[in-house]
T-cell receptor, first 112, second 111 residues
Framework: GQNIDQPTEMTATEGAIVQINCTYQ??????LFWYQQHAGEAPTFLSYNVLDGLEEKGRFSSFLSRSKGYSYLLLKELQMKDSASYLC?????????????FGKGTKLSVIP | DGGITQSPKYLFRKEGQNVTLSCEQN?????MYWYRQDPGQGLRLIYY???????QKGDIAEGYSVSREKKESFPLTVTSAQKNPTAFYLCASRENTGELFFGEGSRLTVL
């Protein structure tokens, strides 16, 4: 089966930096996505990593190590609006299905 | 504006009733997906469709049915055979890069 692990909850202070980790053991790998989801709303795309290394996009960065089955999402200069769940998802190869398998999400609370 | 529209946003159903959730997209995407989200759980794939008139079961298809008669539309029917249908349902369509675009979701509650 596919296994994607993320911490369930995290708390961080406004203005600080937080790192959300994601480890995966899957039958194949074709890229890793991070999505942000505010309570009761649709997930929105944050980043996509297919090669090892760091992808930076404004206050958000995402890192991937395929050999370690590991990724993290780094959020800098935290704002209250960053309080949300962060979903890690692995894209599986094969037969044109392009399925995404999601982790359970990490609920981030940003406090003043 | 291009996007995905799900309706209704909230739906209440009595036990034993079938209910259909609507999903329409104007992004011209071929592939569409239905996910279910429960508290403390990740998104779980119910059904997906790569192209019109074709669809495949996901990980938790039992008690659900879909159709894909038009590229823009991918409705999901939650049948009375679904044992625990109360959940948040998300429809998505996929770009060629693999990125999913999600609708706003439909929250179904069985009374």
């Amino acid at each position: 089966g596919q296994n994607i692990d993320q911490p369930t909850e995290m708390t961080a202070t406004e203005g600080a930096i937080v790192q959300i980790n994601c480890t995966y053991q899957t039958s194949g790998f074709n890229g890793l996505f991070w999505y942000q989801q505010h309570a009761g709303e649709a997930p929105t795309f944050l980043s996509y990593n297919v090669l090892d290394g760091l992808e930076e996009k404004g206050r958000f960065s995402s890192f991937l190590s395929r050999s370690k089955g590991y990724s993290y999402l780094l959020l800098k200069e935290l704002q209250m609006k960053d309080s949300a769940s962060y979903l890690c998802a692995v894209r599986l190869p094969g037969a044109g299905s392009y399925q995404l398998t999601f982790g359970k999400g990490t609920k981030l609370s940003v406090i003043p | 504006d291009g996007g995905i529209t799900q309706s209704p946003k909230y739906l209440f159903r009595k036990e034993g009733q079938n209910v259909t959730l609507s999903c329409e997209q104007n992004l011209n995407h071929d592939a569409m997906y239905w996910y279910r989200q429960d508290p403390g759980q990740g998104l779980r794939l119910i059904y997906y469709s790569q192209i019109v008139n074709d669809f495949q079961k996901g990980d938790i298809a039992e008690g659900y049915s879909v159709s894909r008669e038009k590229k823009e539309s991918f409705p999901l029917t939650v049948t009375s055979a679904q044992k625990n249908p109360t959940a948040f349902y998300l429809c998505a369509s996929r770009e060629n890069t693999g990125e999913l675009f999600f609708g706003e979701g439909s929250r179904l509650t069985v009374l």
